[in-house]
C-alpha cells in the first residue's frame, strides 16, 4: 500500500511540474486503484480475522466502519485520518487534471 501510495504521489508530482495531462491522468488511475486495493485489504483482514476469532456470544466486526458492544462498553472501528485526507488528494487531483485542460483551451 504504501508503494501505492508513493507512486501515486510522485507521478502527481511530475504531472503537476511538468503540465502534462497524460502523466495526471496516469496518477489519478494509479489513485483510484489504490483506494480500491486499501478497502479490499481492510475487507479481508476483517473477514479473516472474524472467521479465526472465537468471540463467545459477542458480535465480530464485520463492515469497514461501525459500532458494536464489547461487554459494558461501546466499540467504533473505522478508518484513520491518512485514509480521508488520500481521497481527499484524489478529488484535488481531478480537480488539476481540468484546470491542465482549461489551459490547453
Keep these: 500500500m504504501t508503494g501505492l501510495v508513493l507512486l501515486t504521489s510522485l507521478t502527481t508530482a511530475i504531472g503537476a511540474i511538468l503540465r502534462r ?5 496516469v496518477s489519478l488511475i494509479i489513485s ?13 483482514a476483517v473477514s479473516g480475522e472474524c472467521a479465526n476469532t472465537d468471540v463467545g456470544g459477542a458480535s465480530c466486526i464485520s463492515s469497514l ?18 485514509f480521508y485526507a488520500f481521497i481527499a488528494s484524489t478529488i484535488l487531483l481531478l480537480g488539476a487534471l481540468q484546470a491542465v485542460k482549461l489551459r490547453k483551451n
Design 65 to 82: 466502519v461501525g459500532q458494536g458492544g464489547s461487554g459494558v462498553s461501546i466499540v467504533t472501528w473505522g478508518f484513520q485520518a491518512g
Design 32 to 44: 483510484i486503484i489504490t483506494i480500491l486495493a486499501f478497502l479490499g485489504d481492510v475487507a479481508n
Design 21 to 25: 495531462q497524460l502523466i495526471l491522468t
